[in-house]
């Protein structure tokens, strides 16, 4: 299949380009399109076909449902029922933006984009070309990352080449997306808010406009949970390079760098070929190894974010036989980049 790319100005997008990428999706088409977290492969949601297309593509699990994309609260009735009127409100102050309710799916949607639950996951993405193109084609549309199931998340136009070229009908390119990292979802149907994926958003503050506190089970730390699955070594591994990577954590910033240098040191002397993921602060401390990865400031964990899913593709480019990583503080946006690196990783060390 011949894939079209269409470059959109990510500021002032053009409308006959969002025409186009609108058209294909009336027709029935794939097209993946930038967002303010990563880049999502988008269908018409009401074409169950082209939903199930999505899945065939990606080689998504069946199971894992989709996040339905709308351009404006008003539709959240469109796509779920039995929406309370504070979770309107609160879409109101959240939308667009990088955060997902799952909420009670309504039968107008197709139970193929929620793969059988009777649940959705609904967001209003805050990227101007996204929700052009879904006002353009006056339908929500159904989104996952744009990605080949267990890769990294694409956050440019080449990511999403890489892994899809040839097999969806068209790629916007806008560049590079601005958080790097997926959507925080929260789901809305029990008592209290329960955190499922930390993303961009600073739970405290999140946990001030809900006005309540919010759940947050071991498993969206990516901690617990996925051990205990019934096959762990699938549902484990995420977002992962092929590589083997090891993360190491620490409370301690000496004793990272400590555990970082000496397992370096343990794999060269093994013969293997070893990189390091680490900060612009601790970078310096690994030259003598070779192939040290900056991931981004310890100061400033958006650019972290920003660069995970780069860093982990581009980890694979090296072909080194086995890539250690720093772990980053827990904090803010660290929540969701500690989630990713502990499912992107084969070994997790805590020291
Ligand atoms: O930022 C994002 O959320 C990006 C952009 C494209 O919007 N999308 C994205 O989609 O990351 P995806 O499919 O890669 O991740 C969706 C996540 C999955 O972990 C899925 O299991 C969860 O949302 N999810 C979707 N529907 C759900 C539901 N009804 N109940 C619980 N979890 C759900
Ligand atoms: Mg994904």
Not at 73 to 84: K, Y
Not at 123 to 141: C, F, G, N, Q, T
Not at 204 to 223: F, H, K, M, N, Q
Request: aromatic share 6%; hydrophobic share 40%.
């Amino acid at each position: 299949m011949d894939t079209r790319v269409i470059r959109i100005d990510p500021l002032h997008p053009e409308q006959e380009l969002i025409d186009e990428a609108s058209a294909i999706l009336a027709r029935g088409g794939l097209v993946a399109i930038p967002t303010e977290t990563v880049y999502g492969l988008a269908s018409d949601t009401y074409n169950v076909d082209a939903v199930q297309r999505i899945f065939y593509v990606k080689g998504r699990p069946m199971d894992n449902p989709l996040i339905v994309h709308i351009d404006s609260v008003s539709r959240l009735n469109e796509v779920a029922t039995d929406v309370h009127e504070w979770v309107f409100r609160l879409a109101e102050r959240v939308w667009p933006g990088p955060i997902t309710f799952i909420l009670r799916r309504s039968p107008a949607m197709p139970k193929e984009v929620s793969a059988g639950l009777d649940t959705i996951a609904v967001r209003s993405p805050a990227h101007r070309v996204a929700l052009s193109i879904i006002e353009r084609l006056d339908k929500p549309i159904a989104a996952p990352s744009a990605n080949l199931s267990g890769r990294p998340s694409p956050t440019n136009a080449m990511h999403v080449m890489k892994d899809l070229m040839c097999k969806i009908d068209a790629i916007v390119d806008s560049g590079d997306t601005f958080f790097g990292i997926e959507s925080t979802v929260i789901n809305m149907l029990e008592e209290r808010p329960v955190l499922l994926r930390p993303g961009p958003i600073d739970l405290d503050e999140l946990s001030r406009i809900l006005a309540t506190d919010i759940i947050v089970p071991d498993y969206a730390r990516g901690i617990g949970y996925a051990d205990t699955a019934l096959s762990p070594g699938i549902k484990h591994r995420h977002y992962s390079p092929d590589t083997r990577l090891v993360l190491v954590e620490s409370q301690s910033i000496d004793m990272l760098v400590e555990k970082v240098s000496s397992l370096l040191e343990y794999y060269t002397s093994k013969d293997l070929s070893v990189g390091v993921i680490a900060s612009r602060e601790t970078s310096p401390l690994y030259n003598n190894y070779g192939n040290v990865i900056v991931i981004g400031s310890r100061h400033d964990l958006y650019e972290v974010a920003k660069n995970l899913f780069k860093v982990l593709r581009e980890v694979d480019e090296r072909r080194l036989d086995i890539v250690v990583v720093e772990g980053f503080e827990e904090k803010g946006i660290g929540l969701a980049i500690m989630n990713r690196l502990r499912k992107a990783s084969t070994e997790v060390i805590r020291v």
